[in-house]
């Protein structure tokens, strides 16, 4: 392509080498870079390469500045909008991940949106644990020139619903920032708070920069839009296998399932995770319905949406897991105060055991109130999808797509209790479909050196993505090292994917598994363990380049593996606890150190 006359020689070299290789989507991002200069009228650099910006990066207190921390990427999601809304409207935005975002700018901020999700049970996601501790600490500047507002993603089954936003939101004010805007605090119907607060917060941006006469710039959407499936448009796809992996002696059911995307138009890498929108099960809803004394033919309208009682509770409302509201709105109705007493704030331990051991059906049988149709579907939460780690490699299975899945079942007072997905997934029948998506979890990648060694700790179903790990590594005939740790009770009935790791290890596609069988013995011995006693060996592969990944539960086992990480680097690289906190929080920082934890 010939460049126009006006274009200097040297910078027509320049715009060829930028150009040299990009693919459609950068190409696009660059044009609306270019238009914002253009715009503009004035000098603008781009952000570094690791920040994820949608926008040129003006002068800071020319700008709204968008961050974002995010698990699952749901915040992702939730701030991308948020930036391509503003660009639409000819605001100069970019769009910083938590983890990229240089903390000495800081101080020259006077526009700041913060979309940040919870992660457990009141900690910040892992992209955003130094943006976080940075904030706390006393090096955070004064910011009496800040102006702010604080979304946060949460999970109101958790006592802390959006504890990591609600304390992000007082600490901002306690440095003398200006809330611009209340807090927002949405539920995993995220979406019912997000957009509105969305549209407050985009008008209130627009006043104060235009108070502050700025030349706008565009912002060109990250990503272009596509006929593919999406989380509120699924793809309906079926069901190929679905097999159980544990023995029969096993205290587990654990599932094997491979799904057909024949159709979808879906791709993803090793590390995404495939969101699934369960169906409730029928005897459940009928349970809450005759509890209740409901009829399930009823109709009933929200906003502009008719469906009978009963398809609402089956398909767009959660009945398996209480939440805080919820319990709230119920201990009012039925008169209770020892429902009552379990919201104050001093009762959040109790509050915690309650949410963690009762479903909204024991609610309802041990309070009992009157509720009518239409006041139990505004009350209840939306149904929300559920996020598995993929456990296959598309480069292996092609049009497939496989998951991991531990189905949740139990007893609470002589009744049978389950969760809705894993209930759901585990009764589908080879032909039977579901709908699905594909969620992209960009921190938590294979990395582009296929030549670098990966440590992959994955005990019970934190397993699925290191079996799309190995998968990917042998098909692209990676150089480096792969060392597995799993872990689960007994290696009799619970060693899942167990030939397929042999098979790997003599094909030397897996070069290191250590195992932890926690009940085989006396004394218990879980992953983290195994870190220990290999501390030396795993220190060396560390310190010789290889990436760390960890996937599984988050309470206990990933805080665990975290602290024996933190003893590997005090004891081999002789570390004070300070040295090894910076040493781990610089792998996580490198992308060497990465977690897809739940």
Known sequence: ???????????????????????????SWLSGYFAGVAQGRQALRTAPPPVLATATDVAVARQLTIIYGSQTGNAKRVAESLAERAGGLGL???????????????????????????????????????????????????????????????????????????????????????????????????????????DSAIALAQKALKAQDIPTASVTPLHPKTSRATRDQPFLAEVLLNQPITAAGSDKDVRHLEISLEGSQLSYQPGDALGVWPTQASV????????????????????NTTRSLHEWLARHRELTQLTRPFLAAHAELAGSDELKALLQPD?????????????????????????????LVKALRPLTPRMYSIASSQSVVDEEVHLTLATINYEYEGESRWGVAS????ALDEGEKLPIFIEENQRFRLPSDTSRDVIMIGPGTGVAPFRAFVQERSATAASGRNWLFFGNPHFASDFLYQTEWQRALA???????????????????????????????VYEWIQDGAHVYVCGDATRMAKDVHQALLR??????????????????????????????Y
């Open 423 to 426: 209930n759901f997934l585990a």
């Open 1 to 27: 392509m010939l460049a126009p006359s006006y274009l200097p020689e040297s910078k027509q070299t320049l715009i060829t080498e930028l150009t040299e290789g990009l693919e459609s989507n950068a190409l």
């Open 92 to 198: 100069t935005a970019r769009l910083v991940r938590a983890d990229r975002y240089t903390t000495r700018e800081l101080k020259d901020e006077q526009l700041l949106y913060i979309v940040m999700s919870t992660q457990g049970d009141g900690d910040p996601p892992d992209d955003s644990l130094a943006f976080v501790e940075f904030l706390r600490s006393r090096r955070a500047p004064k910011l009496p020139q800040l102006k702010y507002a604080v979304l946060g993603l949460g999970d109101s089954s958790y006592p802390l619903f959006c504890g990591i936003a609600q304390s992000i939101d007082a600490r901002l004010a306690e440095l003398g920032g200006e809330r611009l805007h209340d807090l927002g605090t949405a539920d995993l119907d995220i979406e019912t708070v997000a957009i509105p607060w969305t």
């Open 568 to 597: 590997i680097g005090r004891q081999e690289g002789a570390m004070d606890e300070v040295q090894a906190k910076e040493w781990l929080d610089g792998l996580a920082a490198q992308g060497r150190y990465a977690r897809d934890v």
């Open 507 to 537: 094909d030397g596609d897996l070069h290191r598994l250590d195992l932890a069988f926690s009940r085989d013995q006396a004394d218990k011995v879980y992953v983290q363990d195994k870190l220990t006693e290999r501390a030396s060996e």
């Open 347 to 375: 009762a959040l331990d109790g509050l915690k055991a309650f949410l963690e051991t009762r479903q909204l059906l024991d609610l309802l049988k041990a309070y009992p109130a009157s509720w009518s149709g239409l006041a």
């Open 284 to 303: 459940l809803v009928d349970q809450v319905l005759a509890t209740l004394s409901l009829e399930g033919a009823q109709q009933i309208e929200i906003g």
